[in-house]
């Protein structure tokens, strides 16, 4: 392995075990993948801790690695799952944590710019209906297992 190598992997370690908040608003587990090197598209996932006293709303996001990153969740439509944007976004109930996974909601990256390369970290900011704008720093971790299943309660819940 080389020097930079080992240097960008410990700098994406850093940045999954950290957090980034805004008001009442934090983010924890975050981390994109893709399909593969040449996929046009890929996704984001994360937890989304609202520790205010009043529901927000995340209803975009902006990442110069995708021409089009929409809201989505994936839905059963005559038995097959499909995955559909949310109009209007994913409401954050106050005290509660919204879970962005694969099998339910996620941030989709669509015409993705540029190969998503493991160990490699991607810029995304989040527009929150009260708490404004939140720049995270995203690990790819093309590696990781997560959940497949639907998930149809929106994501919100406070064990996952």
């Given at each position: 392995m080389t020097l930079k190598t080992l240097a960008m992997i410990a700098v994406s370690t850093l940045i999954s075990l950290g957090s980034a908040q805004?008001?009442?608003?934090?983010?924890?587990?975050?981390?994109a993948r893709a399909a593969s090197p040449i996929a046009k598209s890929g996704a984001a996932f994360m937890h989304i801790i609202n520790n205010g006293t009043e529901n927000d709303r995340l209803i975009s996001?902006?990442?110069?690695?995708?021409?089009?990153?929409?809201?989505?969740?994936?839905?059963?439509?005559?038995g097959v799952a499909k995955m559909r944007e949310v109009e209007g976004g994913f409401e954050l109930l106050a005290g509660e944590t919204t879970v962005l996974q694969r099998g339910g909601l996620h941030v989709m990256l669509m015409g993705l710019t540029q190969p998503f390369i493991q160990g490699e970290t991607i810029s995304l900011t989040l527009v929150f209906e009260h708490a404004?704008?939140?720049?995270?720093?995203?690990?790819?971790?093309?590696?990781?297992?997560?959940?497949?299943?639907?998930?149809?309660?929106?994501?919100?819940?406070?064990?996952?």
């Open positions: 805004a008001a009442d608003i934090v983010i924890e587990q975050q981390y996001a902006q990442t110069n690695v995708a021409t089009t990153p929409e809201l989505h969740t994936h839905i059963m439509e005559d404004g704008e939140i720049t995270i720093e995203v690990p790819i971790d093309n590696e990781r297992q997560g959940n497949m299943g639907m998930n149809m309660n929106m994501g919100n819940s406070s064990n996952n």
